[in-house]
């Protein structure tokens, strides 16, 4: 049973208890900025209401001791957090099929819940992962594929002189109906080429639109790497819409999307006076 929150004679948009099939937020462990375990120890027992997914991102759990991958695993799993492994499905396979193999084994044995499976910086072919996503099916773990418009670049890289390159939508919607015919339960929508660190007037919204307008949205989780990309998503879908966010924005995500703060739409039309009683 959820403590009681201060200040709760304030109406504010609630959330269903988890775990929750929409409105699915999934944070970002260490990569740009360190994770540390009394950090997310922190941040969990003062928001791990509002968090449903911890993501290890771009590799870092190989660069952990084992001892510290589990006691993060568990950590999130005591505030029911299920955890990813991000994309790291793109360096292993650099070493193999077998070490493919290896690599899923260890996420079962670790404890990982979810298994991303992406190729934004390796040219996976749609076959391969469609295999690799029925292996991890078979070992009882969640494949979250993630989908990408951008060709040759991911991962926060800001590569010199490289200019945009996109997949046509129709072969995006291919891989995404493909991966649907294998029974994932989501895909992860890969934001760079499309918002990330593009200003907004650059921004191919009309890309996001028509995959929702296709799949509907529950499907996807779109990663939304600064604010504004989250409060965009929020306006356009609404509170139900699953997001990738920065740890470090677990608050004023909250606070947009519950109408506690920020929105300019929670004053609009209102009556706004005091006058003492």
């Known amino acids: 049973m959820l403590e009681k929150r201060s200040f709760d004679f304030i109406p504010i948009q609630e959330q269903a208890p988890k775990p929750r099939s929409k409105g699915v937020i999934e944070i970002r462990g260490s990569y740009y900025t360190p994770v540390g375990f009394h950090y997310l120890s922190d941040l969990l027992a003062i928001a791990g209401e509002y968090v449903d997914g911890f993501k ?57 819940d979810v298994v991303e499976v992406s190729s934004g910086l390796a040219p996976i072919p749609l076959p391969d992962k469609i295999a690799i996503v029925k292996e991890v099916h078979r070992l009882g773990l969640k494949a979250k594929p993630e989908i990408s418009f951008m060709i040759g670049a991911g991962a926060g890289t800001k590569i010199l002189n490289y200019k945009r390159k996109l997949r046509p939508l129709k072969e995006v919607i291919k891989e995404a109906e493909a991966f649907r015919k294998v029974g994932v339960y989501m895909l992860m929508f890969e934001s760079e080429g499309v918002t990330e660190d593009l200003p907004p007037k650059q921004w191919r919204t009309d890309l996001i639109k028509n995959l929702v307008q296709h799949f509907g949205s529950k499907i996807w989780m779109f990663e939304a790497a600064e604010p504004p990309v989250f409060k965009w998503y929020l306006q356009t879908f609404g509170p139900d819409v699953n997001l990738f966010i920065d740890h470090s924005q677990v608050f004023e995500f909250q606070a947009w999307r519950s109408k506690v703060w920020g929105d300019p739409r929670i004053w609009r039309g209102k009556k706004i006076s005091y006058k003492p009683s």
């Open 56 to 112: 290890f991102a771009g590799g870092s759990q190989r660069l952990h001791p084992v001892s510290m991958t589990k006691k993060i695993i568990s950590l999130c799993h005591d505030h029911d957090v299920y955890v990813s492994t991000g994309g790291f499905i793109e360096r292993v396979i650099v070493e193999g099929a077998r070490a493919v193999d290896q690599y899923l084994e260890e996420c079962k044995s670790l404890g990982f």
